[in-house]
């Protein structure tokens, strides 16, 4: 599995918007890997921001 779809799966079985922080400590990935991650899914639409500073997919 790689690094996005890590990310992405924490913010689905999360269940409520996650802050950076929050997705870095449950995947257990590198702070700059999970940043790297998250440019790249916020790119392509897969993840929003509805509440500031948290996460969640865009479904």
Known sequence: ???QAIVLQVLENAGVPLSQKEIEAQSGLDPKVVDKAMKAL???EK????IRCKWEPNH
Do not use: E, L
């Open 1 to 3: 599995m790689d690094d």
């Open 47 to 50: 993840i929003v921001s509805k």
């Open 42 to 44: 916020k790119k392509d």
